[in-house]
């Protein structure tokens, strides 16, 4: 059983920067792959990024590529997400998921999600 907290979400002006942390109980955290995803009203909930268990390949939406960066901390339990160039169209409760996915990309293949989030960026 995993709980993952996520923080760090807010308001910024179109081309600043934000950082999300989600941080993981649980002693089997550096087994997991850890994504990013997000959500806004009415749609379905899209991945960002993910980093697999090793830290050694990460994956992002063509979206933010470029953009964002994942990076885990085993030490801490964490895994950030670091946004920078932020536009206003990346609106939206981003969450934090943990599971040994079949497909990364896909919201379903994950059991463990934080609560989630608010990013709002501005024009």
């Known amino acids: 059983q995993v709980q993952l907290v996520e923080s760090g979400g807010g308001l910024v002006q179109a081309g600043g920067s934000l950082r999300l942390s989600c941080v993981a109980s649980?002693?089997?955290?550096?087994?997991?792959?850890m994504g990013w995803f997000r959500q806004v009203p009415g749609k379905e909930r899209e991945f960002v990024a993910a980093?697999?268990?090793?830290?050694?390949?990460?994956y992002y939406a063509d979206s933010v590529k470029g953009r964002f960066t994942i990076s885990r901390d085993d030490a801490k339990n964490t895994v950030y997400l670091q946004m920078n160039s932020l536009k206003p169209e990346d609106t939206a409760v981003y969450y934090c998921?943990?599971?040994?996915?079949?497909?990364?990309?896909?919201?379903?293949?994950?059991?463990?999600w934080g609560q989630g989030t608010q990013v709002t960026v501005s024009a």
């Open positions: 980093i697999n268990w090793s830290g050694g390949s990460s």
């Open positions: 998921a943990a599971d040994r996915p079949v497909i990364i990309r896909k919201a379903s293949a994950y059991d463990y």
């Open positions: 649980g002693r089997t955290f550096s087994r997991y792959t």
